[in-house]
C-alpha cells in the first residue's frame, strides 16, 4: 500500500518556506525523497534511515518518526528551482528479508518570483 | 559521468503494435528495475531483475515482459499496447538485492509512450 503525500499541491512565493508530509500504514524502513520536474527523471534528494533521523540538503531538510510511520521533507527559502514534484518513497518489508520501495502520490511545489 | 540511459525519449506506437524500451546504465549495477508511471501518478514498479533473475510484481500484466542480456541493458517489451499502457517509464538501477532500507535507486529520464 502506497504512503499518503500532503498536501497534493502547494503554490509559494520565492523565499517561502513549504512542509510536505508524508505517511505510512505498514512499518517504515526508510524514507527515500525525491524530486521530479515535468519530462524527467525523478531525482535522489535524501534518505531517512532512522526513527528521529534528520538531514539536510541546503535548505531542504526532512525528518523521519518511526513510530508514527511519518517523514516530513522541509523547504526554507524557496527558490525558483525548487519546482517540481515531490515524491516520498517508503521502503516496507515485502516478505522473505526482501524490501519494497512504494512511492506516494507526489505533491506538486510551484514557487513563483 | 555514470549514468541510466533511456532510448528513445519519446515512442509512439499503435495500438497492439509490439513495442521495445531500451535502458542502458554506466553504473555497473546489479539491480535494475522498470516502472511505469501515469499522468499525475507515482511511479508504479512492473518488475526488476537482480543480475539475471528476474522478479515480476504480482499486479503487472501478462502484456508486459522483460530481458536483461548483460549487466549494462535491459529492454522492456509491451506485446500488444492498449489505450491504457501510454505513460512514462522509468527505469531505475541500484547496487543492492533485496531492496534493503539503505539502498538507493537512481532513475534515468525516461521514455514517453503514446499509443494511438
Known amino acids: 500500500q502506497q504512503p499518503v503525500q500532503s498536501p497534493q499541491a502547494v503554490i509559494l512565493r520565492e523565499g517561502e518556506d513549504a512542509v510536505i508530509n508524508c505517511s505510512s500504514s505498514?512499518?517504515?524502513?526508510?524514507v527515500h525523497w525525491y524530486r521530479q520536474k515535468h519530462g524527467e527523471a525523478p531525482v535522489f534528494l535524501m534518505i531517512l534511515l532512522k526513527g528521529g533521523e534528520q538531514k539536510g540538503h541546503d535548505k531542504i531538510s526532512a525528518s523521519f518518526n518511526e513510530k508514527k510511520q511519518q517523514s516530513s521533507l522541509y523547504l526554507t527559502a524557496s527558490q525558483l528551482s525548487y519546482s517540481g514534484t515531490y515524491f516520498c518513497?517508503?521502503?516496507?518489508?515485502?516478505?522473505?528479508?526482501?524490501?519494497?520501495?512504494?512511492f506516494g502520490k507526489g505533491t506538486l511545489l510551484t514557487v513563483n518570483p | 559521468d555514470a549514468m541510466v540511459i533511456q532510448n528513445p525519449r519519446y515512442q509512439v506506437t499503435q495500438f497492439g503494435k509490439p513495442v521495445t524500451l531500451s535502458c542502458s546504465q554506466t553504473l555497473n549495477h546489479n539491480v535494475m528495475y522498470w516502472y511505469q508511471q501515469k499522468s499525475s501518478q507515482a511511479p508504479k514498479l512492473l518488475f526488476h531483475?537482480?543480475?539475471?533473475?528476474?522478479?515480476n510484481e504480482a499486479d503487472t500484466p501478462d502484456n508486459f515482459q522483460s530481458r536483461r542480456p548483460n549487466t549494462s541493458f535491459c529492454f522492456l517489451d509491451i506485446r500488444s499496447p492498449g489505450l491504457g499502457d501510454a505513460a512514462m517509464y522509468l527505469c531505475a538501477t541500484s547496487s543492492a538485492p533485496r531492496g534493503p532500507p539503505w539502498e538507493t535507486q537512481y532513475f534515468g529520464p525516461g521514455t514517453r509512450l503514446l499509443v494511438l
Open positions: 531483475y537482480y543480475d539475471k533473475d528476474f522478479n
Open positions: 518513497g517508503a521502503k516496507v518489508e515485502s516478505g522473505g528479508s526482501n524490501y519494497k520501495l512504494t
Open positions: 505498514k512499518a517504515l524502513y526508510s
